[in-house]
T-cell receptor, first 111, second 115 residues
């Protein structure tokens, strides 16, 4: 069964710093990988979707990379802002069409 | 992104009662619906998968008679928590899917509290 791990579990940085969130998965047979943001008590907001044939995707200050063979993805956030504070989840879509979610990284950006 | 409406966002019910949660895909046809459950400070756990017009497939450990899923149309699916107990208190999120390799979208979630 696919297992998805996110490191670190929590991260606190001062405003303006660049940061990297890590996601690893055990089964490289995936359709795609998606990064989400979740604010406390709220649903999920999709940030970036990377298809299995792609290496990276960019949206504004966010850049996500995918190395399928090694089972890794990173989410790079440039020039962090207090509004970026949230929990970030990565999820891989397996051959069974379902998503397997990581445990999340709780990010706090200090003004 | 796609518009997904999940209702209610928050519900408090008495132990023993049933609660229905609705999930609507407003601008696309959801051939598949995923229902997830999230415990505090934990990640999402898939409960069941349903295809429009078919019976839902439940993950191991999820009671199908307790969590009734109906996916009668391409734009609406419902999750009914029957005879709710305090241990059913959780955050429930739906995710309609239009097809393979498509982006996943999620409802806003429903916070269920059983007292």
């Amino acid at each position: 069964k696919q297992e998805v791990t996110q490191i670190p579990a929590a991260l606190s940085v001062p405003e303006g710093e660049n940061l990297v969130l890590n996601c690893s998965f055990t089964d490289s047979a995936i359709y795609n990988l998606q990064w989400f943001r979740q604010d406390p008590g709220k649903g999920l907001t999709s940030l970036l979707l990377i298809q299995s044939s792609q290496r990276e995707q960019t949206s504004g200050r966010l850049n996500a990379s995918l190395d399928k063979s090694s089972g890794r993805s990173t989410l790079y956030i440039a020039a962090s802002q207090p509004g970026d504070s949230a929990t970030y989840l990565c999820a891989v879509r397996g051959t069974g069409n379902q998503f397997y979610f990581g445990t999340g990284t709780s990010l706090t950006v200090i003004p | 992104g796609a518009v997904v409406s999940q209702h209610p966002s928050r519900v408090i019910c008495k132990s023993g009662t049933s609660v229905k949660i609705e999930c609507r895909s407003l601008d696309f046809q959801a051939t598949t619906m995923f229902w997830y459950r999230q415990f505090p400070k934990k990640s999402l756990m898939l409960m069941a998968t349903s295809n429009e017009g078919s019976k839902a497939t439940y993950e191991q450990g999820v009671e199908k008679d307790k969590f009734l899923i109906n996916h009668a149309s391409l734009t609406l699916s419902t999750l009914t928590v029957t005879s709710a107990h305090p241990e059913d208190s959780s955050f429930y999120i739906c995710s309609p899917r239009g097809g393979e390799n498509t982006e996943a979208f999620f409802g806003q979630g429903t916070r269920l509290t059983v007292v």
